[in-house]
């Protein structure tokens, strides 16, 4: 099973601000299968990224996956209000699927 | 639209049974990978289990091999869960969640539902 592990567990920013978020696999994971979730309290998850770097349908321009083997990221440009959310990387493709513990990023 | 709907949560005791299902819209099914993953209260999420769209093909996390049930019907657009043996660490909303058929893996998901609520507890 790969592992995924996520930091920082939690992002303290203010709106404007750039997040960036670490995504650590515990072996080599094939970029086309990595994706990142967006999570609102009380809401379900929601794609931004795919295949590493490729943004879902309808996600703005300021989020951006990279990264390939066990180093991924996720970069947040210009931190608006509606961004502060918890955010899981997930590896797919082959089973089992795993996601990461999650990162939150909060308002400062 | 593209829209997941989730029923059949509840309250259950340990040892119980429970059936969950996923009524899906606006999509070609019989093309979807569809999957179940839970999320424990306060807790990450946990991808739980995969079923192929094409082929019916199906996958389990090892915390619920042998004790959940993984199934579709095409013909009505619908997947479900059969839950046996529950315990209370089964104790999560339950998600539906979609993506297209990949060819020769499983792919990510871009369609969630809302979720449903199982509790396991005497």
């Known amino acids: 099973e790969i592992v995924l592990t996520q930091s920082p567990g939690t992002l303290s920013l203010s709106p404007g601000e750039s997040a960036t978020l670490s995504c650590r696999a515990s072996?080599?994971?094939?970029?086309?299968?990595l994706a990142w979730y967006q999570q609102k309290p009380g809401q379900a998850p929601r794609l931004l990224i795919y295949g590493a770097s490729r943004r879902s349908t309808g996600i703005p321009d300021r989020f951006s996956g990279s990264g390939s083997g066990t180093d991924f990221t996720l970069t947040i440009s210009r931190l608006e209000a509606e961004d502060f959310a918890v955010y899981y990387c997930?590896?797919?493709?082959?089973?089992?699927?795993?996601f990461g513990g999650g990162t939150k990023v909060e308002i400062k | 639209e593209v829209q997941l709907v989730e029923s059949g949560g509840g309250l259950v005791k340990p040892g119980g049974s429970l059936r969950l299902s996923c009524a899906a819209s606006?999509?070609?099914?019989?093309?979807?990978?569809m999957n179940w993953v839970r999320q424990a209260p306060g807790k990450g999420l946990e991808w739980v289990s995969s079923i192929i769209g094409s082929n019916s093909y199906v996958y389990y996390a090892d915390s619920v091999k042998g004790r959940f049930t993984i199934s579709r019907d095409n013909a009505k657009n619908s997947l479900c869960l059969q839950m046996n043996s529950l315990r209370a660490e089964d104790t999560a909303v339950y998600y539906c969640?979609?993506?297209?058929?990949?060819?020769?893996?499983?792919?990510?998901?871009?369609?969630w539902g809302q979720g449903t609520m199982v509790t396991v507890s005497s």
């Open positions: 606006g999509l070609t099914f019989s093309t979807y990978t």
């Open positions: 969640a979609g993506g297209p058929d990949l060819v020769g893996a499983i792919n990510g998901f871009d369609t």
């Open positions: 997930q590896q797919y493709g082959r089973s089992p699927l795993t």
């Open positions: 072996q080599s994971v094939s970029s086309a299968f």
